[in-house]
């Protein structure tokens, strides 16, 4: 699978974003995302189960980011409101192959990663 992010930027504090994340090759069961800041681990933000679209987001976006997929057009959607200072890191798209009850939040569940894309919240 190879995946492709777009869509970072500048914004202000209470901004907003959308990242695109498309996928081609094979067939994947969950697109993820997670974000990794200077200096910090890559850490867990939201991900959706391709074909059922259930989704799961860390607890420092919820009610602020939603994740959605456009499965005819193999890409997904990170749209990001509310934004804030501490938002600011490098976001990666990731994708796992094999299907899984539950949807992981752990960087060694996913398979495939994308190129990063930077988003900086200024104050």
């Known amino acids: 699978v190879q995946l492709q992010a777009s869509g970072g930027g500048l914004v202000q504090a209470g901004g907003s974003l959308r990242l695109s994340c498309s996928a081609s090759g094979r067939t994947f069961d969950t697109m993820g995302w997670f974000r990794q800041a200077p200096g910090k681990e890559r850490e867990f933000v939201a991900a959706?189960?391709?074909?059922?679209?259930?989704?799961n987001y860390a607890d420092s976006v919820k009610g602020r980011f939603s994740i959605s997929r456009y499965t005819a057009r193999n890409t997904g959607y990170l749209q990001m409101n509310s934004l804030k200072p501490e938002d600011t890191a490098v976001y990666y798209c990731?994708?796992?192959?094999?299907?899984?009850?539950?949807?992981?939040?752990?960087?060694?569940?996913?398979?495939?990663w994308g190129q990063g894309t930077q988003v900086t919240v200024s104050s």
């Open positions: 990731a994708a796992k192959s094999l299907i899984a009850r539950t949807i992981p939040t752990a960087t060694v569940e996913y398979d495939y």
């Open positions: 959706i189960n391709w074909g059922l679209g259930n989704t």
